[in-house]
């Protein structure tokens, strides 16, 4: 297998060869290529065959199906070593969580004593924690953290108010969400020491809510509704407060869904349309698929470079050297055979962004799905390669 560092030299011999700018937008090229340059693209075209056929075989798809007496399944989360996956199943009307692996394939979750469900939202990086709501045989719904089968109730900020977890961190100590309040709704942070805290609104903000945290549970983001503007989309953290990240030209309102290992990036959705943001480069747009109007972002990567979701009805892959890009369409130019298969979402993805789960059809039935692909250098510089072959055609 190349290493990333050969990947980035032979994609760079691509572009100085074919004119290509960042984001694989066309430039003028001459009509008329040297035989130098000939020599060059075929160099650069054989490290890529090599490259394709190597990198081929480790793009992969794994159905994870449906527990027995179940008729769907679909994921929210992946482990960061993308070796365990916890979501949602259907069983006759209700709809209660899973946790798969490899070893021991899909698995319904506990319930708590006298509960008939366990409504699954988020997955700790170490796969150890899930967090969700459950009921009970004396209550309804109420926001819960799930440890090898010990079910522990998230307090609320004002007694008798909904807890609604959405996001943990890789080691499963911080959650965050939204609970009810005696001013309203508030994003929290919680932990075992410290309990349910509340992280306040923006300033003028009526309500708030927690959507993701970083790995070590220093940075959260969500959204934040400010009265007569709609939601803007925050990153807080302990030493900053919440911070307005703003909204891309022509939006009314936003929310950020989740943030990379660090927190030094954020993406959200907002009015059918999605973005990524950092300190340095502040709201950059992720673009919905060709003829789509809509897209929404799921999940990033670690380092901030790999974003998952869904435009139309396609699950989707997006970094900043492809674009947007249907997995329906891309997955197979990277050799893997999707017959029976339609992709419908990208839920989340592994740290490093070679493991992708989601929901889709199989053969008309709704399952959860992983995929394996290379390192996103790799799968930056096969994509390239399929707009080599796209250009010579014409």
């Given at each position: 297998m190349f290493s990333v560092k050969r990947t980035l030299y032979v994609g760079l011999l691509i572009f100085l060869v074919l004119g290509l700018a960042r984001g694989g937008r066309a430039m003028h090229a001459p009509k008329v290529i040297s035989s130098n340059v000939r020599g060059v693209t075929?160099?650069?075209?054989?490290?890529?065959?090599?490259?394709?056929?190597?990198?081929?075989?480790?793009?992969?798809?794994?159905?994870?199906?449906?527990?027995?007496?179940?008729?769907?399944?679909?994921?929210?989360?992946?482990?960061?070593?993308?070796?365990?996956?916890?979501g949602l199943i259907d069983i006759g009307l209700s709809t209660t969580g899973f946790r798969w692996s490899a070893t021991s394939g899909i698995q319904p979750l506990p319930t708590r004593e006298g509960g008939t469900r366990m409504f699954t939202r988020a997955l700790s990086g170490d796969g150890s924690v899930i967090v969700g709501s459950a009921n009970s045989g004396d209550s309804s719904d109420q926001g819960?953290?799930?440890?090898?089968?010990?079910?522990?109730?998230?307090?609320?900020?004002?007694?008798?108010?909904?807890?609604?977890p959405r996001?943990?961190?890789?080691?499963g100590s911080v959650i965050v969400g939204t609970s009810g309040s005696s001013e309203g709704n508030r994003a929290f942070r919680w932990t075992p020491e410290g309990g349910t805290q509340s992280i306040g609104t923006l300033p003028g903000g009526n309500t708030s809510i927690g959507q993701a945290v970083s790995?070590?549970?220093?940075?959260?983001?969500?959204?934040?509704?400010?009265s007569g503007s709609g939601n803007r989309p925050?990153?807080?953290?302990?030493?900053?407060?919440?911070?307005?990240?703003?909204?891309?030209?022509g939006m009314s309102g936003g929310v950020a869904e989740d943030t990379n290992a660090d927190g030094s990036v954020v993406i959200g959705n907002g009015n059918n349309r999605s973005f990524i943001w950092t300190e340095g480069e502040g709201l950059t747009e992720i673009d919905s698929l060709p003829g789509s109007s809509r897209v929404s972002v799921n999940a990033v990567s670690s380092d901030g470079s790999t974003v998952v979701g869904i435009s139309g009805s396609n699950a989707?892959?997006?970094?900043?050297?492809?674009?947007?890009?249907?997995?329906?369409?891309?997955?197979?130019?990277?050799?893997?055979?999707?017959?029976?298969?339609?992709?419908n979402n990208a839920f989340d993805l592994s740290h490093d962004g070679t493991v992708l789960?989601?929901?889709?059809?199989?053969?008309?039935?709704?399952?959860?799905?992983?995929?394996?692909?290379?390192?996103?250098?790799?799968?930056?510089?096969?994509?390239?390669?399929?707009l080599v072959a796209s250009r010579r055609r014409r």
């Open positions: 075929l160099a650069a075209g054989a490290a890529l065959a090599v490259f394709a056929g190597s990198a081929s075989a480790s793009v992969t798809i794994t159905n994870l199906g449906v527990p027995d007496g179940a008729s769907a399944s679909r994921p929210v989360g992946i482990s960061s070593d993308g070796s365990v996956v916890a819960v953290r799930l440890v090898s089968g010990v079910f522990t109730v998230l307090p609320a900020l004002t007694e008798g108010s909904n807890v609604t996001g943990v961190s890789a080691d790995d070590d549970g220093l940075v959260i983001v969500g959204g934040s509704f400010l925050y990153r807080w953290s302990a030493a900053g407060g919440m911070e307005n990240l703003g909204l891309l030209p989707i892959l997006w970094t900043r050297e492809l674009g947007t890009v249907n997995l329906n369409e891309y997955l197979p130019t990277l050799g893997l055979d999707l017959t029976g298969w339609s992709l789960t989601g929901s889709g059809s199989f053969e008309n039935r709704e399952v959860a799905w992983v995929v394996t692909i290379p390192s996103p250098g790799a799968v930056a510089l096969l994509g390239l390669g399929g």
